[in-house]
């Protein structure tokens, strides 16, 4: 850069540099002095843009003086205008936010919808190294890590903030040399605002009595730590691709936890952060959230479930951790009362072929179970399929369920040394938590005689010492395809 340039040759280079001439942008314009030099710049670059002021219906008459002068402003230069007027202190109301943050919610909403509206490729604002230096302390203040102390980047999504480097002295000094008038924000003076104090007390403070050019320390040291938090940002995605799984129904996310302590301290918030936003949510997730994640994960106890913001709930299993939204549990509790009887009572009593094929029955993750009755004991695969002689299921009950898990169901397996409750049988088996309430399984009652895939229940020999326990009424057999 000449040590000769002046500011109204710096902003625009600044932009000409920060910004691709061939995209289309929605410029964030209030009618302060930053947002006013960044139109006005723009139109001097020759840049495609659309001015959008958000009026948030926030000092009545004023808010919208503003707005017809940002309007004013932009038909005297030939510039496309949007307004859109928003309602900050209802929303402040109804979601029991700061005025601040209500503001800055209904702001981007707009942006956004005007970047929609326009086809437009990004949002800019007017953000500058005050507004930079002010973050920074506000989040310090707040105990922000590496990742919140880089403050305000040049790029979040698509809104790009190219004035970073640009103090307020000199965007005003542009405005001054290029005749513009700007409008003076009356909330600005309010120290009720956190971020007033911050800038008209403690900064002046810090001014004062330790370095007069605290702002530029400040801004460079935001720097610095985004430089920090990128490098940590990608080793934190290196590992997260290494962990995440496929998501089976009714989930939103699953990740591997095994080894959880053999990553360093400083990667694993990061990965349940990517974790997070990967699984479809849009709330973003509190230090307490992460460390009640972290703790779910490191107690290793399976079957713990938690809850989140949005109505999301994350569940620990056998070192995976699993989200699940609010929508998908809805599907889950919706299936909760699926069954299909056959009536044992309806059973041929003599059989007089080898093999009769009785019916199909289709489970609600679309398998399909074909029932047959077998006069003789027929080879089968254990597990994968159904085998237990007729006159024993006959003498159980008169109906045989195919349903979820209920209170109260036990199994006496086929390769076991006696009767469990279902629970404790799952629990040993290690079969997932989150996969316990879907499987299905054949009863008569509570007695468990097949959980397809996973055990067969045993059946008595008879006393006369026949390997064939079914010789009169046969076997049911059960396949699934």
């Not at 928003?86 to 936010?97: I, S």
């Not at 707009?110 to 970047?115: G, K, R, T, W, Y």
């Not at 230096?133 to 707040?142: G, K, N, P, Q, S």
Request: with cysteine; proline share 3%; charged share 30%.
């Amino acid at each position: 850069m000449d040590m000769k340039e002046t500011v109204l040759d710096k902003v625009p280079r600044i932009l000409r540099e920060k910004l691709d001439i061939t995209k289309q942008y929605v410029a964030a314009v209030s009618g302060g002095a930053d947002s006013l030099a960044l139109a006005d710049a723009l139109r001097r670059c020759g840049f495609r843009f659309t001015v959008c002021h958000v009026e948030h219906g926030i000092r009545a008459g004023e808010s919208l003086e503003d707005a017809a002068y940002v309007e004013d402003f932009c038909r005297q230069r030939d510039i496309a205008f949007c307004c859109k007027h928003v309602d900050a202190q209802e929303l402040q109301r109804r979601e029991k936010l700061s005025l601040e943050d209500a503001a800055r919610r209904l702001r981007y909403q707009a942006l956004f919808q005007c970047v929609e509206e326009t086809g437009a490729d990004f949002i800019l604002t007017a953000h500058q190294k005050e507004d930079q230096a002010e973050t920074f302390l506000l989040r310090l203040l707040r105990g922000s890590g590496t990742r919140g102390l880089g403050a305000i980047r040049f790029r979040q999504d698509i809104v790009l903030r190219p004035l970073l480097s640009l103090s307020a002295t000199e965007l005003r000094q542009y405005c001054i040399n290029r005749s513009i008038s700007w409008r003076e924000d009356t909330t600005n003076e309010d120290l009720y605002y956190t971020r007033n104090r911050v800038r008209k007390v403690l900064i002046p403070l810090l001014e004062k009595d330790f370095s007069p050019s605290v702002t530029d320390i400040l801004f460079k040291t935001a720097e610095h730590l985004q430089t920090d938090e990128m490098f940590l940002q990608e080793l934190a995605e290196t590992e997260f691709w290494k962990r995440w799984e496929t998501p089976a129904e009714n989930q939103n996310g699953v990740l591997w936890t095994g080894n959880w302590k053999e990553i360093p301290a400083a990667l694993r918030f990061r990965i349940l952060r990517l974790f997070w936003h990967h699984s479809g949510t849009r709330e973003e997730l509190s230090g307490i959230n992460l460390d009640d994640l972290g703790s779910l994960i490191e107690n290793q106890v399976s079957g713990k479930k938690i809850l989140l913001p949005g109505s999301w709930q994350a569940l620990y299993s056998y070192d995976k951790l699993i989200l699940f939204s609010e929508e998908n549990l809805k599907c889950l509790q919706q299936n909760d009362n699926w069954k299909y009887e056959v009536d044992l009572g309806l059973l041929p009593g003599v059989l007089s072929d080898n093999k009769t094929w009785l019916s199909e029955i289709a489970f609600p993750d679309r398998r399909i179970a074909q029932l047959f009755i077998a006069k003789d004991l027929p080879v089968y695969r254990y597990r994968e399929q159904m085998i237990y002689p007729i006159s024993q299921l006959k003498r159980m009950g008169n109906i045989l369920e195919f349903r979820y898990r209920q209170p109260g169901d036990r199994i006496y397996p086929l390769k076991g040394t006696g009767h469990k409750t279902l629970k404790k049988y799952l629990i040993d088996r290690k079969v997932p938590v989150e996969n316990r309430d879907r499987l299905v399984v054949a009863a008569v009652g509570n007695e468990i005689v097949w959980i397809p895939g996973i055990a067969n229940a045993r059946w008595e020999t008879e006393q006369t010492g026949s390997e064939d326990p079914a010789r009169e009424q046969g076997w049911l057999f059960i396949n699934i395809i």
